[in-house]
């Protein structure tokens, strides 16, 4: 079973083949608010929740939000803009050309100074500021390329005074939680404030249960990660903006940084942007992506995330199954009984929940154990056990079918829905039942039960066994 979870972002490259995107691997859908309006996305959200119900397959929904973002507007064309010659952002709404495209912060121009540079487009093209007409820019470019619409934009150092959550935000977020979404992506988060607020939107809508994923991609959140990791529920390592608001050369280093905070805390960590990026125009990716989605899996990642490649490339599936083909060679190299000996998954906060997920994957080292099956309500403790690395998987069992969702975007674990039963031994053998049936293990394995007695109840894990599946399960 591979163990690391992919993300693909829908768009117009997946319409009609949700079922296939299932099918060949994907464990979460993403919905990118920075494009695309209610409408489309309520559309694409139903006909994932129709996919998913066919093929009774938990895949979970996250809405991405645009954030206090700034980006172009629409153009006529795609354009190709050459080194040396000149453009302006105007914040009027136009078809853009060659010659001037709209600015989506109407307020850029009190911001910038001369000789600035602003990026587009991730950083691939680089305009460099050279006066103020009104309350246009104009810009000299310094390194051109081929230019479409709605591409971000990035100002390093200029202190725009965008607020965390614009009203589009807002009014997004309230949508997402009508349709029923597993989790929220915030984008430009800079402080637990932020995330704080949207916690408080959840609360008034009594919704309470679903999870914020913080998106990394600025100096203040880099300053302030330990105390975003900390009311968050996961973290995406957005390397697009974050390598153009800090030297890129720093990127990888914060990568690997933000892996191990992440994991070291228990919180899920998603790797992003530019996975195997060639991929959105070519059938094969550079030996160079490869490398860099393998290493990620090396480092420990939950999480990887495919965007354009599958939102708007040509060879979604392609994509999709070379992801999976990456993954699950690399971890087919990693020895994880070796690293948890070698103590590289160690957690921060210790207490009676971890060092009963520590032991408990530790025995399933020792034991070569086939599973590790653990009932939850709240998810706390199987994503505790998902921290240590165990080499085998983790069946989750749960009541909810948002909680088996959000679990499925968790470092290997496989969730299962099963209706919790007072006697422990009645449900234990109801439980192992399902997963001979679904052959997630076989009569004859060796696995690890864990739970809480009574069973189900997180928070009270006390319990820990080594059964052989088939055999009676004995009371405890």
Request: hydrophobic share 40%.
């Given at each position: 079973m591979r163990k690391t979870k992919i993300i693909c972002t829908m768009g117009p490259a997946t319409e009609g083949i949700y079922e296939d995107m299932i099918l060949n691997g994907m464990d979460a859908a993403r919905f990118n608010f920075s494009h695309e309006n209610h409408e489309v996305h309520g559309h694409r959200i139903k006909t994932m929740k129709v996919a998913r119900a066919k093929l009774n397959q938990p895949i979970p929904l996250i809405v991405d939000t645009k954030g206090p973002e700034m980006r172009i507007g629409v153009l006529k064309?795609?354009?190709?803009l050459v080194n040396g010659e000149i453009i302006k952002l105007i914040s009027e709404e136009i078809e853009g050309d060659e010659k001037a495209v709209t600015i989506s912060f109407k307020d850029l121009y009190k911001s910038v100074s001369i000789g600035q540079s602003i990026y587009i487009d991730d950083g691939r093209i680089n305009l460099e500021v050279v006066s103020i007409e009104g309350t246009d820019i104009v810009c000299k470019i310094i390194a051109g390329g081929v230019l479409s619409s709605r591409k971000g934009v990035n100002v390093p150092g200029c202190i725009t005074g965008l607020p965390f959550m614009?009203?589009?935000?807002?009014?997004?977020?309230?949508?997402?939680?009508?349709?029923?979404?597993?989790?929220?992506?915030?984008?430009?988060?800079?402080?637990?404030?932020?995330?704080?607020?949207?916690?408080?939107?959840?609360?008034?809508?009594?919704?309470?249960?679903?999870?914020?994923?913080?998106?990394?991609?600025?100096?203040?959140?880099?300053?302030?990660?330990?105390?975003?990791?900390?009311?968050?529920?996961?973290?995406m390592i957005a390397r697009g903006d974050l390598g153009i608001e800090l030297p890129v050369k720093s990127v990888p280093i914060i990568q690997k940084k933000l892996i191990k905070k992440c994991y070291t805390s228990s919180k899920p960590v998603i790797v992003a942007t530019q996975m195997l990026e060639s991929m959105t125009?070519?059938?094969?990716?550079?030996?160079?992506?490869?490398?860099?989605?393998?290493?990620?899996?090396?480092?420990?990642?939950?999480?990887?995330?495919l965007s354009g490649e599958t939102a708007a490339g040509k060879y979604p599936i392609e994509t999709l199954r070379m992801m999976t083909t990456v993954i699950l060679e690399t971890e087919n190299d990693i020895d994880y009984k070796v690293k948890l000996d070698e103590g590289a998954w160690k957690v921060i906060d210790q207490n009676v929940i971890n060092a009963i997920s520590e032991v408990t994957v530790i025995a399933a080292s020792k034991i070569d154990a086939k599973a590790i099956v653990v009932p939850t309500r709240s998810g706390n403790s199987v994503r505790m056990i998902s921290s240590f690395r165990p080499a085998c998987p983790i069946i989750a069992i749960t009541l909810e079918e948002g909680l088996q969702r959000q679990l499925n975007l968790s470092w290997g674990i496989k969730p299962m829905m099963s209706k919790f039963i007072g006697d422990q031994k009645e449900f234990f053998e109801k439980v192992l039942d399902q997963a001979v049936a679904t052959k997630l293990v076989e009569k004859g394995d060796l696995i690890i039960l864990t739970a809480g007695i009574p069973t189900g109840y997180d928070g009270k894990t006390n319990m820990l066994k080594m059964h052989k599946v088939g055999d009676e399960v004995i009371g405890g």
């Open positions: 064309n795609k354009v190709n614009t009203e589009k935000d807002r009014a997004d977020i309230e949508f997402a939680v009508d349709q029923d979404v597993d989790f929220i992506a915030l984008s430009f988060v800079s402080n637990a404030k932020d995330v704080e607020s949207v916690r408080e939107i959840f609360k008034q809508k009594n919704r309470e249960d679903i999870k914020i994923i913080s998106k990394i991609e600025n100096t203040e959140a880099i300053k302030n990660i330990d105390e975003i990791i900390a009311v968050s529920d996961s973290i125009d070519n059938p094969v990716p550079t030996r160079a992506e490869v490398s860099d989605v393998a290493n990620a899996i090396y480092d420990g990642t939950s999480v990887v995330m």
